[in-house]
Structure formats: C-alpha cells, structure tokens
C-alpha cells in the first residue's frame, strides 16, 4: 500500500512539475543545422591543409627549372584559395550559431510560459526549404529549356501546341 502510494506521489510530480529546459538551442533545428555545418567546414579545412602541404612538399622536391612548376604554383594558389575560404565558413557559422543560441535563450522562455511546443513545428519545414534554395542551381540554363533555332524546344509556333518530345521539326512557312 505505501509503495503504491509512493510510486503514485512520484509519478504525479514527475508528470505535474515541468522545467524549462537549461539548453534549449540542443532540440533547435537551425542551431543543429549550423553545428553541422562548422563541423563539415571545419573537416574542409583539415582536408585542405593536407592538400596543401603535400603540393607544397612537391614543389620543393620539383627541379627549378620544370614545365610542371607553373601547373603545381596554380594548384597551390587555388588549394590556398578554398584554404581560406573554408576557415572563413567556419568562422562565419561559428558566429550565427552564437547568435542563434543566444536568440533561443532570448526567445524560449516565452513558448515556455505560453506552453506552445518549442521549437516550432513550422521552423524546422522552414530552415530545410531556406537550406535547399541555398543549395539550388543559381544558373538559368538549368530550369529553363533550351531554346532551337525557332523558339522554345518543343513548341509549335503556329498553333501554340507541345511539339513531341525531341522533335526538331520546324513550322513550315507558309505561302
């Protein structure tokens, strides 16, 4: 009987006492997003030192006088390049996720108190489609179609129908 009345008392305060949480940008999805990206970028930037080293050992073990070493000073200059654009990513990542966590920390003890669901169900949908736009092709040529020699591929300019696919037939002028 008195266990019962134990196991009960503590299941109600289990149930009834809720916190908030100490760290609450750890279920954050866009504060994870970043935390990702720091550590691709930051993989990016061991991967390019490597690189870096190795062609650099290769230039001093190079004749001074050999056609190859144009080619490897370029190597070298394009490795440096993404060199410094990675350690630059990080660092950028590394300072909107500061940001973000603080935010977080600014914002949460509102949902808190109006007991919504946190983080917001809509967030999450939200940073993965900002994500993929970021990612998408910027080139036109990639969503538009190609046009032929007439217009568009594949529409029949005089009667401003589809054309079957991969047809190269052109309107014949008419008389």
């Known amino acids: 009987m008195l266990s019962r009345f ?20 750890l279920v954050d999805p866009v504060y994870l997003g970043l935390k990702g990206q720091i550590k691709e970028f930051e993989s990016s930037v061991k991967e390019e030192e490597a690189l870096l080293t190795d062609l650099e050992a290769q230039l001093s073990a190079l004749e ?26 990080v660092k950028y990542f590394m300072i909107r996720a500061r940001s973000r966590k603080i935010y977080v920390h600014k914002i949460y003890p ?51 129908e589809s054309a079957p696919a991969g047809s190269t037939e ?3 002028a008419e008389q």
Request: proline share 9%; with cysteine; hydrophobic share 35%.
């Open 6 to 25: 134990l196991l009960s008392l503590i299941l109600v305060l289990m149930v009834a006492c809720q916190k908030p949480l100490e760290a609450p940008e």
């Open 64 to 89: 001074p006088q050999s056609n190859l070493r144009g080619k490897l000073l370029e190597k070298i200059s394009v490795s440096r390049t993404r060199l410094l654009r990675s350690q630059q990513m």
């Open 110 to 160: 509102k949902y808190f108190e109006s007991a919504t669901p946190w983080p917001d169900p809509t967030l999450k949908s939200q940073y993965e489609t900002h994500k993929r736009l970021l990612a998408s092709p910027r080139q036109w040529d990639s969503r538009v179609p190609k046009l032929n020699q007439s217009g568009l591929a594949g529409v029949d300019e005089r009667k401003g």
């Open 170 to 172: 052109q309107p014949k």
